[in-house]
């Protein structure tokens, strides 16, 4: 069983399209993350969002925009894409503060 | 602004020698610090936590190591097995929030 699944798990596309990663999580947690590994691999936060609720919305272009249907999944949607979004997307989630569970990633490559 | 620092990207290490990997963090604030393994491909897997409350924390083969006044924490692995090559990422929090920031990470190579 798949703790916190992600689709696709790679996405090529062409500068300027729309495209969306979806998120979900079946451990029951109430917490979720996307976070981004750039060329530099450092992982960083981008959004969280608890219980639908977003908590954390760091400094990211408002081209990215998430998603919460509900606690257990987590989308993350893209305009207008650039080359400077070519990176790893890893989705994670969490039930409080500390361990957080991460997804498999997924590989953006914008050409 | 890298609050958590691994200074050594890469590590090589023989089979049934001590790993050793090591994380500096500049935000005095944390309080909760996080270890991560990572296989390519893979999201990363949570290894150890330590709380600023302790100095040790020892689960089977891996330890981590906390020095608050010099805001460094350290991994140990003993013994290092070739399973252990993977990318190991340094995390820190404070615990009250659920915000982690990660350190660059640290390729760890076993050779036989």
């Known amino acids: 069983d798949t703790a916190v699944s992600q689709t696709p798990k790679y996405l090529v596309t062409q500068m300027g399209n729309d495209k969306s990663i979806k998120c979900e999580q079946n451990?029951?947690?109430?917490?979720m993350y996307w976070y981004k590994q750039d060329s530099k691999k450092f992982l960083k936060i981008m959004f969280s969002?608890?219980?639908?609720?977003?908590?954390i919305n760091e400094t990211v272009p408002n081209r990215f925009s998430p998603k919460s249907p509900d606690k257990a999944h987590l989308n993350l949607h893209i305009n207008s894409l650039e080359l400077g979004d070519s990176a790893v997307y890893f989705c994670?989630?969490?039930?409080?503060?500390?361990?957080?569970?991460f997804g498999p990633g997924t590989r953006l490559t914008v050409t | 602004d890298q609050q958590v620092k691994q200074n050594s990207p890469s590590l090589s290490v023989q089979e049934g020698r001590i790993s050793i990997l090591n994380c500096d963090y500049t935000?005095?604030?944390?309080?909760?610090f996080l270890w991560y393994k990572k296989y390519p491909a893979e999201g990363p897997t949570f290894l150890i936590s330590?709380?600023?409350?302790?100095d040790k924390n020892e689960d089977g083969r891996f330890t981590v190591f906390l020095n608050k006044s010099a805001k460094h924490l350290s991994l140990h692995i003993v013994p290092s097995q070739p399973g252990d090559s993977a990318v190991y990422f340094c995390?820190?929090?404070?615990?009250?929030?659920?915000?982690?920031?990660f350190g660059a990470g640290t390729t760890v190579t076993v050779r036989a």
């Open positions: 330590i709380s600023s409350i302790k």
């Open positions: 969002y608890n219980n639908k609720e977003l908590i």
């Open positions: 451990l029951g947690h109430d917490t």
């Open positions: 935000n005095s604030m944390f309080d909760y």
């Open positions: 994670a989630s969490s039930q409080t503060h500390g361990q957080q569970y």
């Open positions: 995390a820190a929090s404070v615990i009250s929030d659920y915000k982690l920031s």
